[in-house]
C-alpha cells in the first residue's frame, strides 16, 4: 500500500514539475512575447501574443512603420483574455469571465516547446502556428490609436 501511494506522489510531483517548466518556457517567469513565424493560413502582419504569468494573454502587433505594438482593446472589460495549461501538452486560450468556464476559447495542442519556438497545433481548429521568442522583450503594449491615419495594418 504504501509503495502505490509512494509511486503516485512521484508521478505527480513529476507532471507538476513538467507543467512548471512548460509555463517557464511561456511566460519567462513573468511575462513573454511571442511572435508569429508561421502560421496558416499565412497573414502578411507582424503579430504576437504576450503571455503573463498570471494568466492573461493579450495579441499584439506591428504597424509596418515599426512605430509600436499595439493591442485590440476592442472586448469588454469584464472579459479577460487568458490562457491556461490544462495539462502538460494543451494550452487553452480565450475570452473568460471565469478561468472554470472555458465555452469562449480555443484549444492547442502544444506539439514542441522551448526557451525561444513554440509550436501549437489547434485543436479547436484546424491549423498550425509556429511562435518564436519576440527580439523584444522590453516594449510594453499600447492601445490601439484613435488617430488612424497614420496606422496602416
Given at each position: 500500500m504504501m509503495k502505490k501511494y509512494l509511486i503516485c506522489i512521484i508521478l505527480f510531483c513529476s507532471c507538476q514539475n513538467k507543467q512548471d517548466e512548460i509555463v517557464r518556457y511561456l511566460t519567462g517567469d513573468s511575462v513573454k512575447y511571442w511572435t508569429v513565424i508561421n502560421e496558416h493560413p499565412i497573414?502578411?502582419?507582424r503579430q504576437g501574443m504576450v503571455l503573463?504569468?498570471?494568466?492573461?494573454?493579450?495579441?499584439w502587433w506591428d504597424n509596418h512603420d515599426s512605430i509600436g505594438r499595439f493591442f485590440w482593446p476592442s472586448q469588454p472589460e469584464y472579459l479577460s483574455e487568458s490562457w491556461i495549461l490544462l495539462n502538460d501538452s494543451v494550452l487553452w486560450i480565450g475570452f473568460s469571465v471565469d478561468k472554470n468556464n472555458l465555452e469562449y476559447g480555443i484549444k492547442c495542442k502544444i506539439e514542441y516547446i522551448n526557451e525561444d519556438i513554440?509550436?501549437?497545433n489547434g485543436l479547436s481548429y484546424k491549423g498550425l502556428t509556429i511562435y518564436?521568442?519576440?527580439?523584444?522583450?522590453?516594449?510594453?503594449?499600447?492601445p490601439y490609436p484613435k488617430d488612424e491615419s497614420n496606422f496602416n495594418l
Open positions: 497573414r502578411s502582419d503573463y504569468s498570471n494568466g492573461i494573454k493579450k495579441g513554440l509550436i501549437l518564436m521568442k519576440s527580439k523584444d522583450q522590453k516594449t510594453e503594449l499600447a
